[in-house]
């Protein structure tokens, strides 16, 4: 086998895309990377002290829907008609959380212009993807219904449809309202309807044009 | 067999990390960003005026043997129109004004990609890969009596002579000779020890 990561990554002869790879693992949030982006509140990003832990994203305990992003501070690398995006999520045990994470085009609102997002928490009753194309958003339900049990999903953007796949699975295939511009990696939480700490975790993130 | 040093960057975030140091090797105005763009990866721009130059590399840390290494970048210039662009490859000084060194001369001046190495002269050889502001995939390995130089995929050239001989570090540059200043684009940096 050879020793190199990019020849195990890219045919022989091809060249490679635009890609990133993080296992938030170690001390702090790689801020050279990341950027926290408040919408309203406080909210933290930081490595959990846990097996399998990962990154740690909590809301403050306040009232007024605390919400934040991870992004990488609207430097949009990736390309909405060729990607794939995977990560990992693990809802915490309050429900009142809602929870988005993919890729966007923005880290200003709640919901970017453009975007293409699993979605879980007390949002949507199901795991769910939610796209947008500029003006209109819609969201499509998966069948697997919201839990705390920890999933690895998969969006993939291919120009014609975006799907997304829940442990492997494809779930849900959207065809309209896609994202066509440039777009960023995003994680997202908001405190929903109680006043408490809300959280969940992501151990791994990938994103790449193809 | 002992798992030797090896580096990855994605050159993908918010801003350059900062194991990773830029320095003006030349003249003024250059730096390093992250490209806003699909593709865009890490900018690193020479700076306005005439024979400016800039780079990226390890603030000589040199954890790259000479004789056992290979370096994989894919990059481009960013420009079309005939100025100088920069390069990539490994170097024991932060740049092509020190001996000791491989890299590909990407510079939109030349008809051809070059190949390039130097202990204490330089041996430049054309590739048969047109000069273009495309992506590439280059390879440079550091062999015991050779330096090999491959693009997309394919074997280029053969050094056999003017082979460094100091431990290395990774390094991408842009250079301009205009007053027009120059870019290179860079989506992804490997380096190891074989």
Redesign the interface.
Known sequence: MTDSIYDQLNANGTVGKQRVVETFSGDSLDTDRWHTQQIVATCTFAPADSVDGGLLISTDAGGGSPSAYLSFNDVCQYNPLGFRFISTCKKGADNNVGIKAGIGSDDSSATPAHNSLMTAGSLVSYRALATKDGSTGTQTNSDVAVSSTEFVYDIVGNGSSNILSLDGVTKVTKTTNLPTAKCQPLLYIQSRSTSAVKTWNCKYMECYNT | MAYKQ?F?E?????????YWTGAQVAGSGGSAS????????INVNSGSGSNNSYAIYFNNKRQYSATGS?M?N?SKINVSTNYRGGGVGMSNVHATNGNNYIYFQNTASNTYIKAVSRSTSGLFSDTSVTQDA????FKGECKSSSAEFTI???LQVTHTTNLPTLALQPFIYADDSSSVSADMRC??C?A?N?
């Open positions: 090896h990855i994605w050159f993908s975030g918010k801003q350059l990390p900062s992250m490209a806003d763009a699909i593709d865009g990866g290979v994989i894919v495309n992506y590439h995939s997309d995929g394919g989506i992804y490997e190891y074989t």
